[in-house]
């Protein structure tokens, strides 16, 4: 299986990573539909491993620290065969840094102050069970209303990474112009943006970026939340606090679009023997600049399915016959 480096770092993984947003679950995910959600996570994780998927993204907001408490569970004894990724940025434990949003009766908010990182990085080594990170990331920028220069977060990073907690330092969410004050004052690893073959918005500035500069990119939501895997179906409703129902791209309307695109696919899928999850994965880590492909899940089936788009090599033509297909679709309309 190919590994890859993140950034000229000595870390590698394999391309396709497990995302555990929904591990965390809340308010933004409906309650999973098996009998034993944290047992089934454990599961999924270990699956992960097993089949060669060893880059394991999480952040202290999904859930609360739950999905990080079950990392540190799933991973207690086997720690040194994953590579843990996580984050600092969304703070909810004192009134430090600038409101954003309210879940579950708990209000969060941006702060990349040095004060509360180094709070936040010890939270996670506790929750995930280890003594250092792999890869530690800026979650959400600071508030211009409580603003923390570039130049103060990242000194704290380096400091960290200097006492041995981190062995590398990501972003997330960000704009080049904040990209290049991360690299004036000492400089990354990662990027983990948004990016789909639905959102490739991307392409047009911070990719060039990053590949310029040698910066990996972590993907996150390739799948469009499941949208992309061909399970979501015309039927399929969501509440209002689900974070799908957000997504333009779940509009009815739009939605048929996307579903019928996936459905002239099969000639693909017939030819690579994969799935549809399979072959939306492998064409995302084909794309130039992207590094790894963050796929989220949290049943053992998906993650073993997710974990051989890996194995997966696309021709070029059919690379481009996705690409223009997906282009037809054009922008989704707004509901």
Not at 80 to 90: D, F, Q, S, Y
Not at 118 to 128: A, G, T, Y
Not at 192 to 218: A, H, N, V
Request: with cysteine; proline share 4%.
């Amino acid at each position: 299986m190919e590994l890859r480096s993140i950034g000229n770092t000595d870390i590698k993984a394999c391309p396709v990573a497990l995302g555990t947003w929904a591990m965390g679950g809340g308010a933004f995910w409906n309650r999973s539909d098996v009998p034993e959600p944290e047992k089934e996570a454990i599961g999924t994780i270990h699956a992960a491993i097993d089949n060669g998927i060893t880059l394991i993204d999480t952040a202290p907001a999904y859930g609360f620290g739950e999905s990080e408490e079950i990392i540190g569970k799933a991973l207690k004894g086997i720690r040194h065969k994953a590579v843990i990724a996580t984050k600092c940025g969304l703070w909810w434990h004192d009134d430090t840094g600038a409101f954003y949003f309210e879940k579950d009766g708990i209000t969060l908010r941006r702060s990349l102050d040095p004060k509360t990182i180094r709070q936040e990085v010890d939270f996670s080594l506790k929750r995930l069970g280890t003594d250092y990170i792999d890869l530690y990331q800026t979650h959400w920028q600071a508030d211009p209303a409580v603003p923390t220069p570039i130049a103060d977060t990242m000194a704290c990073l380096l400091d960290l990474k200097k006492q041995g907690k981190i062995r590398a330092i990501g972003v997330s969410n960000v704009t080049i112009g904040q990209l290049e004050e991360y690299i004036a004052a000492g400089g990354i690893q990662s990027n983990q943006p948004r990016f789909s073959m639905l959102d490739r918005s991307l392409e047009t500035g911070i990719l060039p970026f990053c590949r310029e500069q040698g910066i990996s990119i972590l993907a996150y939501s390739p799948l469009e939340q499941g949208l992309l895997t061909g399970a979501i179906t015309m039927d399929k409703t969501f509440g209002k606090t689900e974070y799908r129902s957000r997504i333009p791209w779940f509009l009815p309307a739009n939605r048929r679009k996307v579903i019928d695109m996936l459905a002239g696919w099969k000639t693909l899928t017939d030819k690579y023997a994969c799935t549809l999850s399979q072959l939306v994965i492998a064409w995302t880590i084909a794309q130039p600049g992207i590094t790894f492909a963050l796929c989220g899940g949290r049943k053992v089936k998906h993650i073993k399915e997710n974990a051989k788009a890996a194995l997966l090599t696309l021709e070029q033509e059919d690379i481009k016959r996705i690409r223009a297909d997906v282009e037809k679709l054009g922008e989704p309309a707004k509901g």
